[in-house]
């Protein structure tokens, strides 16, 4: 069965919720929204085969969330990269107001190593690239935003795991001298707001389970994590303002892994945590699931004021039934105060 909801419906709902307003009321503030779309499909050019066909469930599902988030500036997660950014573009088409600037950087998923980095006996499977992925560039992230890019980005997707400061990996892990830390990658966008620049850091984390007591998973979400509290301590390394965003697949208090790293990174002085309080951000329920956790972030630096935030996770339908067609996770949003 293909669901469906009405852009007059999503817009309704908005406005009794008070998550959109008209932009005439909204000029003085921007909307910045993070969502992992679990979009990602099982072989190259089905993602875009999917959008293009118009009546995947899934897609029609997404596109609702987005329109609903009305986000100036939108990270996402979970869309399967193309070198000509095809699937980014018929998204983009898809929405009720699409953005302008678009920017979908290669991300490590899928990229070949060459190596038997699982010790199954078999090179090139999903395990053995530098990011899991079936495919080159399965999964990965990208920007949509109502303002341009404002210079060049900085991708430190290619630095080695074990070069990092005070890494957690080991001499004897598979791949010891040719993994890379980011399983997806690091970025910093900067935008041009006018004003003022922003810049955008983004990530997305390994899964720190699904592996074995070497805890490998572990250390190197661990470590993902740790690069940006690290940069953040740096007079160089990630200047205000900035809003840090993507996925950590680390609860701070809840599940799997070495969680002293979301904490450090959540108490850094350097940022800020509006959605401290909640609610979660993902649901993978039991019994394989270990229930709603928090492993989706939007962390604005300490110098932007923050006039909102929230969590899309709505209790009554239509949108809520596509909220739950769309992802296991829920879409992140914060409001900041635009410069003068």
Same mark, same amino acid.
């Given at each position: 069965m293909i669901w469906r909801i009405s852009r007059g419906v999503a817009l309704a709902w908005m406005l009794m919720?008070?998550?959109?307003?008209?932009?005439?009321?909204?000029?003085?503030?921007?909307?910045?929204?993070?969502?992992?779309?679990?979009?990602?499909r099982d072989g190259p050019g089905l993602l875009l085969r999917d959008i293009l066909d118009g009546d995947d469930p899934q897609v029609v599902a997404v596109t609702?969330? $987005?329109? &609903?988030?009305?986000?100036?500036?939108?990270?996402?997660? !979970? +869309? #399967?990269? =193309?070198?000509? /950014?095809?699937?980014?573009v018929a998204l983009n088409a898809?929405?009720?107001?699409?953005?302008?600037? $678009?920017? &979908?950087?290669?991300?490590?998923?899928?990229?070949?190593? !060459? +190596? #038997?980095? =699982?010790?199954? /006996?078999?090179?090139?499977?999903?395990?053995?690239a530098q990011g899991y992925g079936r495919f080159n560039g399965a999964g990965g992230m990208a920007l949509l935003s109502r303002y341009p890019l404002s210079g060049a980005v900085q991708d430190f997707s290619a630095q080695l795991w074990k070069d990092q400061p005070e890494t957690l990996m080991r001499p004897e892990d598979p791949?010891?001298?040719?993994?890379?830390?980011?399983?997806?990658?690091?970025?910093?966008?900067?935008?041009?707001?006018?004003?003022?620049?922003?810049?955008?850091?983004?990530?997305?984390?390994?899964t720190p389970v699904f592996d074995g007591p070497e805890d490998r998973n572990g250390r190197r979400n661990h470590d993902e994590i740790a690069f940006w509290t690290r940069a953040l301590s740096q007079p160089d390394g990630l200047a205000a303002p900035f809003v840090l965003t993507g996925g950590a697949n680390l609860d701070p208090d809840r599940g799997a892994g070495r969680r002293q790293a979301i904490r450090d990174l959540l108490s850094h002085p350097a940022l800020q945590d509006p959605l401290s309080q909640g609610p979660e951000t993902v649901d993978w329920p039991p019994p394989d699931g270990?229930?709603?956790?928090?492993?989706?972030?939007?962390?604005?630096?300490?110098?932007?004021?923050?006039?909102?935030?929230?969590?899309?996770?709505?209790?009554?339908?239509?949108?809520?039934?596509?909220?739950?067609?769309?992802?296991?996770?829920?879409?992140?949003?914060?409001?900041?105060?635009m410069p003068p």
């Open positions: 919720t008070g998550l959109w307003l008209p932009q005439s009321l909204a000029a003085e503030s921007l909307r910045i929204a993070y969502y992992d779309t679990e979009l990602g609702a969330v $987005l329109d &609903a988030a009305a986000a100036d500036i939108l990270v996402l997660a !979970g +869309l #399967d990269y =193309d070198l000509e /950014g095809l699937a980014l898809t929405l009720a107001a699409p953005y302008p600037h $678009l920017f &979908a950087p290669r991300p490590n998923t899928g990229m070949a190593t !060459g +190596l #038997d980095l =699982d010790g199954n /006996g078999r090179r090139g499977d999903a395990r053995d791949g010891f001298e040719i993994q890379r830390l980011s399983s997806t990658g690091h970025w910093i966008v900067p935008l041009d707001l006018g004003a003022q620049g922003l810049s955008l850091a983004m990530f997305h984390a390994t270990p229930g709603p956790m928090r492993v989706d972030y939007l962390l604005p630096s300490a110098t932007l004021r923050v006039q909102g935030s929230g969590v899309l996770w709505p209790d009554q339908p239509p949108l809520s039934d596509a909220v739950v067609a769309a992802s296991r996770h829920r879409l992140v949003w914060i409001d900041i105060a």
